[in-house]
């Protein structure tokens, strides 16, 4: 019997020992993905705060008082990577509506920490996170904005190195120079403070451009207004306080952030023509639904040379249309004209326009809505009003109209030609000036910093 008992108690032991790690390896089984899952997960949490930490440090050896800088880092099993290149920041002055000057174009260098699908890397200033087709801003790049001041601070890493696998490294941080952007009038004479430049255009191309995209738009006052997702670009545009200055003719024209909240928002709006002729015809025209157009033209009679212009918004179903009822004169031998298109000495008619060329997709075979859509204390309202015999001044149809279309679709204006009319037609384009001044909603850009901080990190 003692034998018998001593044999069903090693035999239950055993079979209890066999259940105990049959279900353990079950466990095992069951688990090992939720383990190895938080053991990543736990490894990508270290390395976040890792490479804040090191965006601590270059900010102190950039940017601060210490010029070196000493951090651990664990590679947690994962790669890191120091890189002078991997991405391009490129910053242009635009003038005169299209002419594109740059004021900086360069690699800024990265240090990337991969860990299995996970990247996170560090970049202009900022710590930003990659998985999959998402990328997240774990800390903000260098980008100031204070009052109408903007300050740019690039941080360029010029070193290369590369680790892997576990353990700890050691991981510096060296100052290695630093040189003033802007302003720089030994560069271009316009490359100054207050601002000359009519916008600012900023493109990054980066691999975590996602990130860069959502910072401007939730975090900083500039537009991202080109997204090229194939080459990893956006293009960013921030405006630039308006100045009453003359500046050579071009088109487009851009208004950035009209104040809708003036009910006159056009302070000056002036065009200097140069070397008219017989032919003069233009069209201006905004490319937006509904849609402004300026329509300026020349006729001849009585000795004098007549300017005309009329005022059209709306869109292929609907349109309000206004005209100068006697024209602007000057003498026909002069081949020179000043047109003040705030003028309160210029009247307008509230009509079909006549006699002009019929702009590119657009109709005037019906009349102009009556009684008119923009007219009313609330600009999406209908109004009961009748203008088919109402007179208002140039300036007034001018105001009006501006506000309405920034109300309508965009505080951001552009002003572009029709192809039926090119600018070059019935005037010199080179010789031509015009002065453009509104008032803008802030915040608005008048004063620019840029200044490249070099630095090394090495291992």
């Known amino acids: 019997m003692a034998v018998d008992q001593g044999v069903s108690e090693v035999t239950g032991w055993l079979l209890a020992f066999g259940i105990i790690t049959l279900a353990a390896s079950i466990i095992f089984v069951t688990t090992s993905p939720y383990i190895s899952s938080t053991l990543m997960e736990s490894r990508i949490k270290i390395s976040e705060i890792q490479m804040t930490l090191l965006d ?37 002055a635009v003038f005169n509506g299209s002419e594109e000057k740059v004021i900086y174009s360069s690699s800024i260098g990265r240090v990337t920490v991969k860990l299995g699908d996970v990247l996170i890397g560090y970049e202009g200033g900022g710590v930003w996170e990659k998985r999959g087709k998402g990328v997240v801003m774990l800390s903000p790049p260098e980008f100031h904005y204070k009052v109408d001041t903007l300050t740019l601070p690039i941080v360029k890493i010029a070193s290369r190195a590369s680790a892997a696998g576990d353990g700890v490294i050691e991981m510096g941080v060296k100052k290695d120079g630093l040189k003033v952007v802007y302003p720089n009038a030994s560069l271009d004479s316009r490359f100054i403070n207050p601002l000359k430049c009519d916008y600012l255009k900023i493109q990054i191309n980066s691999e975590f451009w996602q990130g860069w995209k959502k910072y401007f738009e939730e975090r900083s006052d500039a537009e991202v207004t080109t997204v090229d997702e194939e080459n990893n670009t956006i293009i960013a545009v921030m405006a630039v306080k308006s100045a009453p200055v003359s500046k050579v003719y071009g088109l487009p024209i851009r208004i950035s952030r009209l104040n809708t909240t003036d009910e006159e928002p056009i302070n000056e709006f002036e065009i200097n023509f140069v070397g008219l002729s017989s032919n003069f015809d233009l069209i201006w025209r905004t490319n937006t639904d509904p849609e402004l157009l300026i329509l300026m033209k020349k006729t001849q009679g009585g000795g004098y040379n007549h300017f005309e212009v009329a005022v059209v918004y709306g869109n292929d179903t609907w349109y309000e249309s206004w005209q100068t009822t006697d024209g602007f004169d000057w003498d026909i031998g002069s081949d020179t004209y000043t047109l003040d298109l705030l003028s309160v000495d210029a009247n307008m008619t509230y009509q079909k326009p006549q006699g002009f060329t019929s702009p590119t997709g657009f109709s005037f075979s019906s009349q102009p809505v009556d009684p008119t859509i923009t007219w009313g204390t609330n600009v999406n309202v209908t109004d009961s009003g009748d203008f088919s015999v109402a007179t208002k001044t140039l300036r007034e149809v001018i105001e009006h109209y501006f506000r309405v279309l920034a109300i309508q679709t965009s505080p951001d204006i552009v002003i572009d030609e029709d192809p039926k009319t090119p600018a070059s037609q ?18 608005i850009i008048t004063y620019l910093h840029v200044i490249e901080h070099t630095i090394e990190i090495f291992i």
């Open 56 to 92: 601590y440090a270059t900010s102190k050896s950039a940017l601060g008082d210490t010029p070196s800088q000493i951090l651990s880092f664990n590679l947690n099993g994962g790669s890191l990577n120091i890189e002078s290149g991997g991405n391009n920041l490129t910053i242009w």
């Open 426 to 443: 019935g005037f010199n384009e080179q010789l031509t000036t015009y002065r453009l001044f509104v008032d803008q909603q802030p915040p």
